[in-house]
């Protein structure tokens, strides 16, 4: 599998950042993101299957972000509205080949596949 990221930048606090990642390769079960802020340990900020239920999201970005997916395109797309400073991160996005329960999927340990991260910076 291989995830192609993009759609980061510089944007001050409050405004909006879309991220895209185009997945290819090997059948898996969909896409989640991930960031890591310097010194940080890399969270979970949401995820998606490519198809039914089972989109789940962080606490720190329910209401403000939305992740939504094409899966004619194997393209998802992670919608940050309402950017704070604390967002500031590399987001990554992730796959693994197979559902699991929502503690599983989760964790960035049980995601084999990863894209090359792009850079999301909020100013105050």
């Known amino acids: 599998v291989q995830l192609q990221a993009s759609g980061g930048g510089l944007v001050q606090a409050g405004g909006s950042l879309r991220l895209s990642c185009v997945a290819s390769?090997?059948?898996?079960?969909?896409v989640a993101w991930f960031r890591q802020a310097p010194g940080k340990e890399r969270e979970f900020v949401a995820v998606t299957p490519w198809i039914g239920g089972g989109i789940y999201y962080a606490d720190s970005v329910k209401e403000r972000f939305t992740i939504s997916r094409d899966s004619a395109k194997k393209t998802v797309h992670l919608q940050m509205n309402s950017l704070k400073p604390e967002d500031t991160a590399v987001y990554y996005c992730?796959?693994?080949?197979?559902?699991?329960?929502?503690?599983?999927?989760?964790?960035?340990?049980?995601?084999?596949?990863w894209g090359q991260g792009t850079q999301v910076t909020v100013s105050s």
């Open positions: 390769g090997s059948t898996h079960y969909g």
């Open positions: 992730a796959a693994r080949l197979n559902r699991g329960i929502p503690v599983i999927m989760r964790q960035a340990a049980q995601h084999t596949y």
